[in-house]
């Protein structure tokens, strides 16, 4: 079959890769190769959701599942009606990967393996022809006479076409090869972090989950709620992840030295937090305080926050006295921690920031000032939070670029 051309698709992680083997696929003929810089394809594919791959997020409307990036939410919003989740669960599906739902929504292929994800991924490549390069980083673009010049150390590849998705970077040094042919680079920070209390007793209570939290930046509007972890080093779980998402930049800016408010019961406020009391001491006034509680917390951090206000192993409901039901009541719903750090949390790293959205055309994913040139994935400045929406954003960014280039 004759050449119509050649498409170098800049990483090999799940962006790369559904741009390479969709591009291959709709334009027979097309020589695609892919470069990767390291020495493994697909890392974050393998380590997602414990080994598991958090394919996507079960939902179907496009308005719900933009609020779930805290930057690029507007683009992905029309993104996604060219590709969204069933076309995603479709795509797999037709190349015997079927996905399931768990109860969170979060999106696993039935077999419960990363590696089933990958293979197929894998598979298609070889099947398009897709040629594959790994120890291949980039240092430089540049279009001459029409053609993209691809700069690998001390080699130079020609295409008429190029899609970045080589993923986030954490310095913005590391963006220069993209900002000296004069895309604006969103500065990049951490997002989806766990939070550090090196100087708080709570550590002590590792291991203990909370099924739902709100948790509040002090002094800001950043609020979640969610499951909470209390692990040895401070807090985490979906609500502390989904708040270090929002509150990423403004995070960064105070070197992540902090105070955050948790109210351990979200469907209270101390005024009926102490109402709860009452109705519970008036039916169980001779039952001990510690080990049970009405508001179903594990019996541990129950305890835990009864001895922070100093009330005794012995006591009973009827001897809580006024001053000890008020500082309860505020150690419940406004429990204050200061953070000092942050821990990335297993393989849910993300950078938010990378190339200015405004310079790239939503419905192609080209760029708008280089013809032939797209991008796809974490390289844009989009993040989401976790459970499935940054492979989400990878997967239709891809798709898009793939499909548009011709």
């Not at 080093?233 to 998402?245: D, F, R, T, Y």
């Amino acid at each position: 079959m004759m050449s119509k051309g050649r498409l170098i698709v800049i990483g090999g992680g799940a962006a790369g890769f559904f741009c390479a083997v969709n591009a291959a696929r709709l334009h027979p003929g097309l020589e695609v190769s892919i470069f990767e810089k390291s020495g493994q394809l697909l890392s974050k594919v393998k380590i997602s959701g414990g080994g598991r791959c958090n394919v996507t997020h079960a939902c179907s409307s496009i308005a719900d599942m933009s609020r779930n990036y805290p930057r690029g939410g507007q683009f992905l919003k029309k993104a996604f009606h060219h590709f969204f989740v069933q076309d995603t669960i479709d795509w797999f599906s037709e190349r015997a990967v079927d996905l399931k739902t768990e109860a969170d929504g979060r999106m696993f292929p039935v077999t419960d393996d990363s590696r089933t994800v990958i293979d197929c991924l894998l598979r298609e490549a070889e099947k398009y022809g897709v040629r594959i390069f790994m120890g291949r980083a980039v240092t430089a673009l540049e279009k001459i006479a029409g053609l993209w010049q691809v700069q690998t150390g001390y080699e130079t590849h020609e295409a008429e076409w190029v899609c970045v998705a080589a993923g986030g970077f954490p310095k913005i040094s590391q963006f220069d090869w993209i900002s000296r042919i004069g895309h604006q680079i969103s500065q990049p920070v951490p997002s989806l972090f766990t939070f550090n209390m090196p100087d708080s007793s709570l550590k002590k209570l590792m291991g203990v989950t909370v099924p739902e939290v709100k948790a509040k930046i002090v002094g800001s509007d950043f609020e979640q709620r969610g499951p909470l972890l209390i692990t040895h080093w401070g807090l985490s779980g979906p609500s502390v992840l989904k708040l270090s998402a929002w509150a990423a930049r403004e995070l960064q800016t105070c070197n992540y030295h902090f105070s955050v408010c948790i109210n351990w019961v979200p469907e209270y406020h101390q005024v009926t937090v102490k109402e709860q009391m009452l109705a519970h001491r008036s039916l169980h006034g001779k039952q001990k305080i510690y080990g049970k509680n009405p508001f179903s917390l594990p019996v541990r951090l129950w305890d835990y926050l009864l001895s922070e206000i100093g009330i005794p192993e012995d006591q009973r409901w009827s001897e809580l006295s006024a001053k000890d039901q008020n500082l309860l009541a505020r150690n419940l719903t406004q429990s204050v921690y200061e953070i000092k750090g942050k821990t990335t949390f297993k393989e849910e790293f993300v950078t938010a920031g990378g190339v200015r959205l405004e310079e790239v055309d939503v419905s192609r994913m080209e760029s708008r000032l280089h013809s032939g040139l797209f991008f796809a994935g974490e390289i844009l400045d989009l993040d989401g939070v976790t459970g499935g929406f940054n492979f989400q954003a990878a997967w239709t960014t891809a798709y898009i670029a793939a499909k548009s280039i011709s």
